[in-house]
Nanobody, 117 residues
Framework: QVQLVESGGGLVQPGGSLRLSCAVSGSIFSFYAMGWYRQAPGKERELVARIRSGGMTDYADSVKGRFNISRDKSQKTSHLQMNSLKPEDTAVYYC???????????WGQGTQVTVSS
C-alpha cells in the first residue's frame, strides 16, 4: 500500500521560511513524479511545484523564485523549501505522487501552513 506522509507545516511570520517534507512508503516499481499542491479556504487545489524522477521541476508562477522542490537520492522523500512566505501562501499543502504506468495517483493527508503576523 502506497502511503504519503507530510511534515513541516506550521505558523510562520511573513517573510519567514518553512520546509515541508513528504515521505513515501510502499512498493513502487516505476518512476514517479512528486509534487506539492495547496488548497486555501474557498479555493481550488492548485499545483505549487513538482519534480520528476529525473530532476526536472515545475513551479506555479506565484512561487517561482521563493520555493524550491527537491527529492532525496533515495527518491522516497520530497522537500518543499518555502522562503519569503506571504500571507497568501496560507493553505493546506498536500504531497502527491504520479507513478508511471499506474492508473491513479496518491495523496498525503495535508499539512497546514499559516503565514501571519
Amino acid at each position: 500500500q502506497v502511503q504519503l506522509v507530510e511534515s513541516g507545516g506550521g505558523l510562520v511570520q511573513p517573510g519567514g521560511s518553512l520546509r515541508l517534507s513528504c515521505a513515501v512508503s510502499g512498493s513502487i516499481f516505476s518512476f514517479y513524479a512528486m509534487g506539492w499542491y495547496r488548497q486555501a479556504p474557498g479555493k481550488e487545489r492548485e499545483l505549487v511545484a513538482r519534480i520528476r524522477s529525473g530532476g526536472m521541476t515545475d513551479y506555479a508562477d506565484s512561487v517561482k523564485g521563493r520555493f524550491n522542490i527537491s527529492r532525496d537520492k533515495s527518491q522516497k522523500t520530497s522537500h518543499l523549501q518555502m522562503n519569503s512566505l506571504k500571507p497568501e501562501d496560507t493553505a493546506v499543502y498536500y504531497c502527491n505522487i504520479v507513478i508511471a504506468g499506474w492508473d491513479r495517483d496518491y495523496w498525503g493527508q495535508g499539512t497546514q501552513v499559516t503565514v501571519s503576523s
